[in-house]
């Protein structure tokens, strides 16, 4: 260090957040008294453009080289201050964030503590930031390609915005066909468009786009690398019918001997499939699967002589010898639209789900009412006796959502839309039948729910306030038994059929795509945004984004406006072709590195290889870091023997002393 | 000890997982001791046990390092190597005569800002059982 540290001190108000709890000026005038501090002064927002030019103006007339900001957590203000400084000419690695508020004002409550401890917060930054070292941001080139996860409407949307701005778009699929649940559904609230009709041609667009390399039926596999240029590996499962030549026509399903076995799981098992099956008419593609669990030949090894959908395939497109593939390419961003599991009602025993055929979910509703559907759009229940048209119909609402029991807290935002328009869509097929809504609140919040709801009630649907306890049957009827929370009345309500508007969860399988992108999960178990308000499609790592209702519940158009969000963020580093790498990585100390390869061993990204130098005439191996590769994490740093690989930023001569600062104030 | 006495807490958190997780504590003015200080680091990793025994000899009377949960790292494998560095320093703290309540690890996520409260309320009632350390002679501090 040539240049004699002159640190500036700014402790922030953060209007009252900070000033409530901590003593600013207290704070500033002690730091005023510590080691290399020339200025220290207070402002009530250090954020603002007035709070930056205050430290740019000290940076010119002080000759500050070094700055501290007490105020909020790094994690949230440490970019625009790097920004700041590097302005006025400072190198933006010298700057040191004291966290006063998320660490301190939020969570003390005495002045006293709360003061004393930003002193001791400060001190350590102080102590920090004297010996931090000037650090140059370097750029690679970035792989003008975004892989996108999940080919639902969010993952469909995201695919074709990417692919239409020109970059190669990998779009993967776990189930045979696109569209997600959205191409479960019949009509959408409040419109009621029907959801085929406008899904359907973007599904096609999704295929047939020159840009969009379709992967369904895949599973991703492995991701390493960094934003710019993730390495991805992806298992095509076999689907044991050569893609190439099946026609689609479904001559094998109607042949096989395992005939309509199996439930269908796009009609939610209301109807049976074959053990080859195409999802849905409309999927994409359409191509025929086998499914191995209940495929005779391919469990059993044997399906009669020959197996039938062999026998009759004109194109000879069965091929039980398929293996699953892979495939590997590399891409600069990718984007998770992994989507959603529907409350499984079978953990509120009380309803019954289990028990009685003619409680239902919303999901299977929709398929009921589709003209696709397993009835042909006809409103049918079997009540345990007879398939009936029901008369007297009860639709719940939250049913797994607002529900503490089973452990969500949350709202899951489509419920008492779709419940209305499933009303509505009942009443159009059943003008007779009386329909009630059981409901804790009826949230109508955007842009059309209001006048839907208006209009679902003048249609003579009533809704009744009130969270049924209980389920149960009495002769061929089904009893609600519920409290009106409105006139304090206990009811027992005698239905032919009950709805239960479930709500939306996390998918079970989420982790493996946790793990392998390295995400994190609110709350609420769906994936963390990296900011609630200001980055909800960004994650923690870097260049791999969020779209639809793996970030959290949301309608179609809230999730069609995410994707685009999505799309937009991930094409930042493909249209830049680079992206800055981490300047905070790890440097070895070529004179003492005794070259016992510990590090190498330790580092999770290969970053570190043994290289021979010349010392003193004689040739030793040492260890070199490979700036490219290395994520700063500072592993190696707490193995080395002879502490000679230091991560930059976080030496043990930078951390030692805040060590020092915080011990000595005791 | 006096009966006003106040442990020292130095705390290194991961930048990943528990200090968000304590910023999230933070947002959601959940109310902890104030008696514990954080030092921010990118992974529970990089944490050499070193510190933790030169936190106590400059003047903390507790230690804590926190970070994510296992399998959850940020950096693959970080956390792993936390977790054999630092089992393997509080036997070795039991050995010389260190009370191990002094020291505390733990796995706090980005989203458990309640757990992190918890966390605080053990290790500041730990340190506090165990009393004001003064086993290690104080270095001089270089300022």
Redesign the interface.
């Known amino acids: 260090m040539t240049e004699k540290p002159k640190v500036g001190v700014y402790v922030c108000h953060c209007g009252i957040n900070i000033s409530s709890t901590v003593d600013v000026d207290a704070v500033a005038e002690f730091a005023e008294k510590l080691?290399n501090v020339k200025v220290a002064r207070t402002y009530s927002y250090m954020c603002s453009d007035p709070g930056q030019v205050l430290i740019k103006k000290d940076i010119e007339e002080h000759g500050l080289n070094r700055i501290v900001v007490a105020s909020c957590?790094?994690?949230?203000h440490e970019p625009t201050f790097r920004k700041a400084i590097a302005d006025a000419g400072v190198n933006p690695y010298f700057l040191e964030m004291a966290?006063i508020?998320?660490?301190?004002s939020?969570?003390?409550?005495?002045i006293e503590?709360?003061t004393?401890?930003a002193k001791?917060?400060l001190t350590?930054s102080v102590?920090k930031v004297r010996l931090l070292e000037a650090l140059e941001q370097k750029e690679v080139d970035a792989e003008p390609a975004a892989l996108v996860i999940g080919a639902g409407i969010a993952g469909i949307q995201s695919a074709l915005d990417i692919a239409d701005a020109g970059f190669q778009v990998y779009l993967v699929e776990k189930t045979p066909s696109v569209g997600g649940r959205m191409a479960q559904l019949d009509k959408t609230f409040p419109t009621l468009d029907c959801s085929a009709c406008i899904l359907t041609p973007k599904m096609v667009d999704a295929a047939n786009h020159p840009n969009i390399e379709l992967l369904t039926y895949s599973e991703v596999e492995e991701v390493k690398g960094f934003i710019g240029n993730f390495d991805v590996k992806v298992r095509k499962k076999a689907r044991y019918v050569d893609f190439d030549k099946c026609t689609g026509c479904g001559d094998c399903a109607k042949e096989c001997r395992v005939k309509d076995r199996f439930p269908n799981e796009f009609d939610q098992g209301l109807s049976k499939r074959s053990a080859i099956y195409l999802p849905f008419p409309q999927a994409v593609p359409a191509k025929f699967t086998i499914d191995p669990d209940n495929c005779l030949f391919l469990k059993k090894g044997k399906c009669g002589k020959n197996p039938k959908c062999q026998e009759v395939c004109g194109t000879e497109a069965i091929d039980f010898e398929q293996e699953d593939e892979f495939v590997e390419f590399r891409v600069g961003a990718i984007i998770v639209a992994t989507g959603f599991d529907p409350f499984n009602p079978s953990r509120k025993p009380e309803y019954g789900y289990d028990d009685y055929p003619n409680v239902i979910t919303g999901m299977e509703m929709e398929r009921l009412v589709s003209a696709s559907g397993p009835t042909e759009g006809k409103v049918k229940v079997f009540n345990g006796e007879e398939e009936i048209e029901p008369k007297e119909v009860a639709l719940i609402k939250c049913v797994g959502s607002r529900d503490e029991s089973v452990g969500n807290e949350y709202c899951s935002r489509v419920c008492c839309m779709y419940v209305a328009k499933q009303a509505h869509l009942i009443r159009d097929k059943l003008p007779d039948a009386n329909i009630r809504i059981y409901y804790m609140d009826v949230r109508a919040f955007g842009k059309g729910f209001e006048e839907f709801y208006d209009r679902v009630r003048r249609e003579n649907v009533r809704y009744i306030r009130g969270n049924p306890s209980e389920i149960f049957k009495r002769g061929n009827k089904l009893v609600v038994k519920v409290e009106d929370t409105l006139t304090s009345t206990p009811l027992e309500d005698e239905v032919d059929m009950v709805v239960l508007g479930v709500g939306l969860e996390p998918r079970a399988d989420m982790r493996g795509v946790?793990?392998l992108l390295?995400l994190?999960?609110?709350?609420d178990k769906f994936f963390?945004e990296a900011h609630p308000k200001l980055r909800p499609v960004d994650t923690?790592?870097d260049g791999v984004f969020l779209a639809g209702c793996a970030q959290g519940p949301k309608d179609i158009p809230d999730t069609v406006a995410q994707a685009k969000g999505a799309a937009a963020s991930a094409m930042i580093p493909l249209a830049r072709g680079k992206v800055p790498i981490n300047a905070?990585v790890a440097i070895v100390n070529e004179a003492t590195c005794r070259g016992c390869a510990f590090c190498v061993s330790?580092c999770?990204?290969s970053a570190i290889e043994m290289v021979t130098v010349n010392r003193f005439g004689n040739e030793v191996e040492v260890a070199r870091v490979n700036e490219a590769l290395c994520?700063?994490?500072?592993?190696c740093?707490?193995?080395c023997l002879s502490d000679s690989i230091q991560?930059k930023s976080?030496r043990?001569s930078q951390?030692?002393p805040?060590?020092?600062?915080?011990?000595?104030?005791? | 000890m006096s009966a006003n006495y106040e442990p020292n807490i130095v705390a290194f958190l991961c930048n990943w997982c528990s200090y968000a997780g304590a910023d999230l504590a933070g947002t959601s003015r959940v109310s902890y001791p104030a008696n514990i200080q954080i030092i921010r680091v990118m992974c529970s990793g990089r944490v050499n046990p070193l510190y933790v025994m030169n936190a106590l000899q400059q003047g903390a009377d507790g230690v804590l390092v926190s970070g994510c949960h296992p399998g959850d790292c940020h950096y693959m494998e970080g956390n792993y190597y936390a977790r054999r560095r630092l089992g393997m320093l509080k036997d070795l703290m039991e050995f010389v005569g260190v009370d191990p309540k002094r020291f505390h690890m733990s796995w706090v996520s980005a989203s458990e800002g309640h757990k992190w409260k918890e966390v605080v309320e053990k290790t500041v009632e730990d340190a506090r059982d165990a009393g004001p350390f003064e086993g290690f002679r104080r270095r001089q501090i270089d300022w």
């Not at chain 1, 957590?73 to 949230?76: A, G, L, V």
């Not at chain 1, 939020?106 to 005495?110: A, K, L, S, T, Y």
């Not at chain 1, 994190?520 to 709350?523: D, H, K, L, T, V």
């Open positions: 080691p957590s790094p994690r949230m966290n508020r998320e660490q301190c939020w969570v003390h409550e005495e503590e709360g004393a401890k001791k917060l350590a102590a946790m793990e390295r994190s999960q609110s709350p963390l923690a790592t905070q330790i999770p990204y994520k700063g994490c500072g592993s740093a707490a193995a991560p976080f043990d951390i030692l805040q060590i020092a600062a915080l011990g000595v104030m005791k």
